[in-house]
């Protein structure tokens, strides 16, 4: 249900305040990440105070919102939200997924801050407008329905509203490429990426392209962690790394460590936490688990800091979650290397 996966924002600014709409993109552990437009926190920088209700929990009124990162070039924003009910997100259009036009598709948003409604569209034209991909759509979106998501009738999110055109009657949507880049940029490509079912077919169809998917070459600074409590699993991939005490080891004075690189660890049982693993490197290995060796995994090798440096790809099928834990246990060895 589209609608269980809106989320209403109102944001406060020296202006008074801003209604808009969102999408649940991703949730695990009592927190939800939330896809909205960008332009209702020009006015706040920001800054202001984010409201949230949540419509697949009534119980939730007003919850306190932790803005993320938004962009106004591209009128994209991604706010974090803690809940106690089991949301559903929706799933993102794949990479390379086509732009129709004449495609069928459905937009909901709350018309002036009220309850969300559903409304069956089609596309009417493709990148109409000079900058980020966008995507136009029949019918004039009223105040409030910004950042709402726009979807193809089997549910899959294609973009996020931005604007009307009143003159053409039309809908201005930043389309999915905008979409994977904020993503990419605010290092959660895996919500979008080799995560949700579907993805098979963007793989298999990329397998013979010597093209190397677009990452960032750095990953920002912030991430979920910033928020005080201190149960709750970020879905950044950038949190802070903690030992098994609790401790950044980053932070431990230099002659508290061993000189030697520590041993490899031992095997690691279901629901057990490797240390000094980022709560985003953890959720990859979670999802791995669930797989039951299943899962394909794609690794993409390059020096550091090195984003046009020649890269190798390999694809595992029926990646072990053995094999996963033992990449990550020589990701933690290069770390302490290099420190």
Same mark, same amino acid.
């Given at each position: 249900?589209? $609608?269980?996966?809106?989320?209403?924002?109102?944001?406060?600014?020296?202006?008074?305040?801003?209604?808009?709409?969102?999408?649940?993109?991703?949730?695990?552990?009592? &927190?939800?990440?939330?896809?909205?437009?960008?332009?209702?926190?020009?006015?706040?920088?920001?800054?202001?105070? $984010?409201?949230?209700?949540?419509?697949?929990?009534?119980?939730?009124?007003? +919850?306190?919102? #932790?803005?993320?990162?938004?962009?106004?070039?591209?009128?994209?924003?991604?706010?974090?939200?803690?809940?106690?009910? $089991?949301?559903?997100?929706?799933?993102?259009?794949?990479?390379?997924?086509?732009?129709?036009?004449?495609?069928?598709?459905?937009? $909901?948003?709350?018309?002036?801050?009220?309850?969300?409604?559903?409304?069956?569209?089609?596309?009417?034209?493709?990148?109409?407008?000079?900058?980020?991909?966008?995507? #136009?759509?029949?019918?004039?979106?009223?105040?409030?329905?910004?950042?709402?998501?726009?979807?193809?009738?089997?549910?899959?999110?294609?973009?996020?509203?931005?604007?009307?055109?009143?003159?053409?009657?039309?809908?201005?949507?930043?389309?999915?490429?905008?979409?994977?880049?904020?993503?990419?940029?605010?290092?959660?490509?895996?919500?979008?990426?080799?995560?949700?079912?579907?993805? &098979?077919? &963007?793989?298999?169809?990329?397998?013979?392209?010597?093209?190397?998917?677009?990452?960032?070459?750095?990953?920002?600074?912030?991430?979920?962690?910033?928020?005080?409590?201190?149960?709750?699993?970020?879905?950044?991939?950038?949190?802070?790394?903690?030992?098994?005490?609790?401790?950044?080891?980053?932070?431990?004075?230099?002659?508290?460590?061993?000189?030697?690189?520590?041993?490899?660890?031992?095997?690691?049982?279901?629901?057990?936490?490797?240390?000094?693993?980022?709560?985003?490197? #953890?959720? +990859?290995?979670?999802?791995?688990?669930?797989?039951?060796?299943?899962?394909?995994?794609?690794?993409?090798?390059?020096?550091?800091?090195?984003?046009?440096?020649?890269?190798?790809?390999?694809?595992?099928?029926?990646?072990?979650?053995?094999?996963?834990?033992?990449?990550?246990?020589?990701?933690?060895?290069?770390?302490?290397?290099? &420190?």
């Amino acid at each position: 249900n589209l $609608i269980q996966a809106t989320a209403r924002l109102r944001v406060q600014d020296p202006n008074g305040a801003s209604w808009g709409t969102g999408t649940v993109i991703d949730c695990r552990q009592g &927190e939800a990440l939330i896809l909205t437009c960008g332009h209702i926190f020009r006015d706040s920088v920001g800054e202001g105070t $984010i409201e949230v209700d949540l419509f697949g929990d009534p119980s939730a009124d007003r +919850l306190a919102g #932790q803005m993320v990162s938004y962009d106004l070039d591209r009128d994209l924003a991604l706010v974090s939200v803690f809940t106690e009910a $089991i949301l559903e997100p929706v799933k993102i259009g794949s990479v390379g997924r086509p732009r129709d036009v004449g495609e069928g598709v459905a937009t $909901i948003g709350c018309d002036g801050g009220r309850e969300p409604t559903m409304h069956v569209s089609r596309v009417t034209s493709v990148d109409k407008y000079l900058g980020p991909a966008n995507v #136009q759509v029949a019918g004039q979106p009223v105040q409030g329905r910004s950042g709402g998501g726009l979807f193809a009738l089997d549910g899959t999110l294609l973009g996020v509203c931005n604007a009307a055109d009143p003159e053409d009657n039309e809908g201005l949507f930043a389309a999915l490429p905008s979409i994977h880049e904020h993503l990419d940029e605010a290092g959660l490509a895996f919500v979008y990426r080799h995560v949700y079912p579907g993805t &098979e077919n &963007e793989l298999a169809g990329n397998a013979d392209k010597t093209t190397v998917p677009h990452l960032p070459d750095a990953m920002p600074a912030f991430s979920f962690d910033r928020r005080d409590r201190a149960d709750a699993v970020p879905t950044a991939s950038s949190g802070p790394r903690l030992s098994a005490e609790g401790v950044d080891p980053l932070r431990v004075n230099q002659n508290e460590r061993q000189s030697s690189n520590p041993p490899l660890p031992q095997a690691i049982e279901d629901g057990e936490q490797m240390h000094g693993l980022s709560a985003g490197e #953890q959720a +990859l290995l979670d999802h791995v688990r669930e797989h039951g060796g299943d899962a394909e995994v794609i690794c993409i090798v390059r020096p550091r800091g090195a984003s046009q440096a020649d890269s190798e790809v390999f694809m595992l099928q029926n990646a072990s979650p053995r094999f996963v834990e033992r990449l990550s246990e020589v990701h933690e060895q290069g770390n302490v290397a290099s &420190e």
